[in-house]
Every structure is written in structure tokens, then in C-alpha cells.
């Protein structure tokens, strides 16, 4: 394969010439297989830094520079590992911090684990033996694991341990796959959004631990404050776009649809046909249930669809029962408690409206049996099979 270390540099004068002369002398002579080359993303760095790499490309002919303006870290990773796939034919991209904070002696183990199978792989400091500079003052140590736990968390993938470091290694597929989607995403924020999509398009991911160094030399130049705001903001609501969207939206879609349809059976079979309410609205919800459970297998839960006849059976049961257990216990169980502990009678006045306790026990209870129903469906009824 031909591979691509991509180091990121904006004013790395100080880190450079050692940082290349590492790999080309002490790392690639340890890949045998395949074509090593290096080609750094640099921002037109003022203090010179790409000098230093085209003095160097004199002496390596597997080195390269691609240089252009400065528009932020992930910026720089799009457009030089675009050229080297696009120009350059690069099967592999390997992004790396010039700084060495990233053990240059990995870069072996990312090369083997492509080789293995893996579309990405990350450097993580997070887990198996992975870590990060003892001598860290203790809020940026605790910054850099909350913000980890955070992401795993909202994203709820907790088999991936570090979200926002830059080690990692690029298969050409997944690059040009996400591409296009990644021109919003300029500074380091690119790295949780790049994993993110990947992770979402069913790449498989590995891990490679490492223990990721203090700066020696040279400037931080990430700017603590914005990044925290940038995370929060980008995880939260790709989350929320994603639940929307995704399968929770369409569940309330069908949920809402199958509302109307218990509403309209329940008014046509007492109306129209004189039956008793509750024998009416007990077919209505029959029916409803019976829309949903196929809206769901048809739309919502697609990918997981239920086929064979025994099969499509055996989960309409399941369904049944979750659902009347749902309706039972977590709707109308809410009702119960709220009623005895606190009453059903009493006013509440919001402005001009007026509303009986019973009511809001009515909407909690509902809230929680929509999330007991989508859980159960996600989880059990259409679960998610690894490929
Ligand atoms: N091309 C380019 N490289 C950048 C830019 N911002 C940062 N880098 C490089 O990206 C790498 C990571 O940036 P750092 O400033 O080291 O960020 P950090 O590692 O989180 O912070 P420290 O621990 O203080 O070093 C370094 O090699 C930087 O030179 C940018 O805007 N453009
Ligand atoms: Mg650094």
C-alpha cells in the first residue's frame, strides 16, 4: 500500500526537522511492505516552518509539502490528505501532531491494523495501557477525560475510547466518503465529526493505545475555551438532528399516526355503530398497535426489518405485550402513583389555562412510555445485529 504520514503544522520551526528525520530514520526503516512517504499539511506557517520541509525534501524523496491558507486544523487535514489521495495515490492517510505528543514509534501498529481489515484506526489514550502527561495540571487532565466519557456517552458508543485525538490512520474509502460532509468542520472539532460519520457509514474502527507526550518545544495553539463550547455544541446536536431524524423521529411519526387511527376507530365504532366506548377504543388500540407494529418493521426500523412469516409473528406478540405492558404499568402507572401521593384535583394555573394534576400525570406517564416503547423496540424487537 502507499501510505501518507500527514503531519498538521502551523509554526512547528522548532519540531520539524526532528520530527521528519524520526520517521524517515527511525520509523519507516521498520515498515517493510509497504511505500512510506510523508507529505505535511502546512498553513503557510510565518515562521518558516516550510522552508525547513522543502530544504529536507532535498535529502528524502518520499517527502512533500502542501501548503495553503490558514483556515483551521481540520481544514488542513482536508486539503492535504485530499491531495495526496487524489494526486498522489494514497491508499492510507495518517494524520500526526508535528509536537510529538504522538508516539512516532505507533505508526507500525496503525500500519498493521489497516492491514488487518480496519478502515480507521485511532490513537487512543484512553484505554489498554493508552495515557496522558502526569505532569498535567489536574482541571486538564480531568478537561480531556470528562470531555471523552461525554462524548462516548451522548453518542452512546462506548466501544470507541478516544473521540477527540488526532492519531489516526485513514483508509482512502472512508476519506472520500465523508469529504464532502466535512467542510463545516474547520478546526479540531473535525476530528469528532470525521470519527462520527465513520462510525455512522459502518467503517470498522480499531484502536491502537498510546501514551500521548507533553509539548517540549513550540506553541499550544488550541484555544481551550472555544473548544469546549465547539464540543458540547457539535455532540449535543448531532444528536438530537440524529434522534430526530433518525429512527426515535420516525417512531414518534408512527406513534402520532397510530394516535390517529385508535382516535378515528374509537368515534366511527361509537358514533356510527353505537359501541360502548370501552370496547371501541380496546379495537381502536388494537388496530393502532397493529399500524404501528408494521409502519415500524416498514420505515422506522428498515435496516433491522423482520422477514419470514414465524418470525414477523412471534415479535407482532412481543410488540403487543410491551406495548400493553407500556399502557399498563409506565402510562397509567404514572397516573396511579401521582394520584395517590399527590392528588388528581388539584388546579394548576398557568396564565389563563387551568389544569387538573391528572392531566400532567398523564403527559410524564406518556413521555416515559415513549422512551420504555423505543427502547424495547432499538433494543429487542429490532435489534441492531453487528455485521
Ligand atoms: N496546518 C495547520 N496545523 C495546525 C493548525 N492548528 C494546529 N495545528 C497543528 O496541529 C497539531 C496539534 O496542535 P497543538 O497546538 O499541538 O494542539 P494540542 O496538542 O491539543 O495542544 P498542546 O498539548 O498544547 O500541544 C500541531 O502539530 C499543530 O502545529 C492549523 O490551523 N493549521
Ligand atoms: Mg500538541
Known sequence: MKIF????????KDNIEK???TLEEAVFPKIKDHDMHILVADDNSPDGTGDIVKALMKKYKNLGINQ????GLGAAYI???GYAIDKLGADVVISVDADFQHDLQKIPDFVAMIGKGYDVVIGTRYSGGGSIPENWPPQRK??????????RTVFMKFAIHDWTGGYRAIRKEVFLKERSEMSEYNGYIFQIAFLHKAVRDGFKIGEVPFHFG???LGNSKIAPLSYIINVVTFVIATRIKELLFGSFGKFLVVGGLGFVVNFIVLKVLHDSSKWDPFWANLVGAGIAIFSNYNFNNLWTFKDQKISGFGTYIWKMVQFYATSAFGVIFIQSGTIFIGDKLIGPDILLHVGPLHVRYY???FVLGTGLLLIWNFFIYSKFIWKKTTK
Open 359 to 361: 392531566l400532567l400525570y
Open 214 to 216: 507533553d509539548r517540549t
Open 5 to 12: 504520514v500527514v503531519p498538521a503544522t502551523y509554526n512547528e
Open 68 to 71: 495553503g491558507p490558514k483556515k
Open 79 to 81: 486539503r492535504t490528505m
Open 142 to 151: 480531568a478537561f480531556s477525560i470528562v470531555a471523552n466519557i461525554f462524548v
Open 19 to 21: 520530527f521528519i528525520t
